[in-house]
């Protein structure tokens, strides 16, 4: 057995002239939450989309599970689209069996199944109604269920998040954790990073089709080092920005995290910060994934420029 859920090796896909995504290289190891990352544009949506075959890459090769990329590689995939796959005057709980007996499911089998996942989602009072009178926050959670319902080994969602509510986000982070233990790989695509930063134990970031950052999210934190600042206090800090030292500053409302430059002397950022300032917290630690992820698709730039 492949010890990949995915690999891509090479891949690549122009539309009219434009290279959506070039020669991209990726292994996502079986099991855990792999993060797929990028700015608007990056690629993300057009390699799952090649990866289920929506969208034929233009060279290079795709498996997965250990094998091509075929319809039965795929039939054992749960593909979550950012676009909503549902039919609007469709019942949910028939609409719901309908796509597991697609994926090989008897009927019976896909309502035995449902029953526990519409009372986890708190969708069982709405089984019975046409999918348009859900929320957009219900439609998600049903889209996700479709996308599960058939166990599948290796979950692709992209943006499952998009459109619920605080609560529901962290009903779908435990669904995903859970699924996750008990041996299913899946690959998160999302702009939320402290979503991605919680969940997801390896990363990739594409930006302008290439991929400019891979590996364990640890490692990825290590490599940039221990150069950033957490500060939380009272007054007014927009000289914070124009201190010595200070390469960015990235303002999170009850606190700020400041990103330091090479070489930078914490303590002399501190003492600058305390003589204006009220400061009830200052703390070294790795940069998060959001200002990593903001640096380097803008040095990546800066190097396409």
Known sequence: M?????????????????????????TVPRGGVFGLLGPNGAGKTTTLRMVMDILGADAGEIEILGRPADQAARDRVGYMPEERGLYPRMELEEQLVFMAQIKGLSRKEALARLGPWLERLSLAEWRKRKTNELSKGMQQKAQFIATVLH??????????????????TDVMREVMLDLSRR???IVLSSHQMDTVERLCARVALLNRGQKVLD????EVKARHGKNTAVLAFEGDGAFLASLPGVARVS????YVEIRMTEGADPQAILAAAASRLRI??????????????VETVTRHGEEAA
């Open 215 to 218: 590996g364990a999210v640890a």
């Open 183 to 185: 041996g299913a790989t």
């Open 280 to 293: 009830r917290r200052f703390e070294i630690v790795e940069p998060s994934l959001h200002d990593i992820f």
């Open 151 to 168: 166990e599948p080994e290796l979950l692709i969602m992209d943006e499952p998040m998009s459109g619920l509510d605080p609560v529901g």
């Open 2 to 26: 492949s010890e990949f859920a995915l690999r891509l090796d090479g891949v690549s896909k122009a539309f009219a002239g434009h290279a959506a995504v070039r020669d991209l290289t990726l």
């Open 251 to 254: 303002d999170f409302g009850r």
